[in-house]
């Protein structure tokens, strides 16, 4: 199975601030197709998931351009600028390039 | 807008079994692969299973966790995913959600709780 690598475990961030999110997989997720299956996912306090990025650097809808995606491989980054108080909850990083799919392990955005 | 609703979870002992429905709304769900991931209580999000479309035979694909305990289903008629789930372990405890397209969309859960 792929396994995903998320650092760090915890973020504690002011408002404002701009952080980094490193994922790191075990396998290149680039498909056959050429495509890489990469995506990153925040899950708010008692909220279902919701996807913020797909395919390593394309915004989900409705979501603000203050996220960005990067990377490629095996090495990806999420960045989000000017942290606002909505963005707090845990960060995912998911792949559906290889069977099982896998997610990981999460990291946890926090108000300093 | 898309709107997928998870239904049928609940309390069930080891080894029983149950059946989980997801009905899905806004899009044409015929099209679509269908998943299901799994979060258990504070922890971290477990992909289970997926369904494909009528064109690729409805292929199915499960987690070596739940391979040969669990099959999912789909009623293309009826826009509705399924899982079942038999020979329940308490390590199946969790909250289940239906997501599709890459996990652009996903359910509020349904709550399964697997205990004596």
């Known amino acids: 199975d792929v396994v995903m690598t998320q650092t760090p475990p915890s973020l504690s961030v002011a408002i404002g601030q701009s952080v980094s999110i490193s994922c790191k997989s075990s396998?290149?997720?680039?498909?056959?197709?050429?495509?890489?299956?990469l995506h990153w996912l925040l899950q708010s306090p008692g909220r279902s998931p919701k996807r913020l990025i797909y395919q390593v650097s394309n915004l989900g809808s409705g979501v603000p351009d203050r996220f960005s995606g990067t990377g490629s491989q095996k090495d990806f980054t999420l960045k989000i600028s000017r942290v606002e108080a909505e963005d707090l909850g845990v960060y995912y990083c998911?792949?559906?390039?290889?069977?099982?799919?896998?997610f990981g392990a999460g990291t946890k955005l926090e108000l300093k | 807008a898309v709107q997928l609703v998870e239904s049928g979870g609940g309390l069930v002992q080891p080894k029983e079994s149950l059946k989980i429905s997801c009905a899905a709304s806004?899009?044409?769900?015929?099209?679509?692969?269908m998943y299901w991931v799994r979060q258990a209580p504070g922890k971290g999000l477990e992909w289970v299973a997926r369904?494909?479309?009528?064109?690729?035979?409805?292929?199915?694909y499960y987690a070596d966790s739940v391979k040969g305990r669990f099959t999912i289903s789909r009623d293309d008629s009826k826009s509705m995913v399924y899982l079942q789930m038999d020979n329940l372990k308490t390590e199946d405890t969790a909250m289940y959600y239906c997501?599709?397209?890459?996990?652009?969309?996903w359910g509020q859960g349904t709550l399964v709780t697997v205990s004596s």
């Open positions: 998911a792949q559906t390039t290889h069977f099982p799919y896998t």
């Open positions: 997501t599709m397209g890459s996990f652009a969309y």
């Open positions: 396998q290149s997720l680039v498909y056959s197709d050429g495509k890489t299956y």
């Open positions: 369904i494909r479309t009528k064109p690729n035979n409805y292929a199915t």
């Open positions: 806004g899009f044409t769900f015929s099209n679509a692969a």
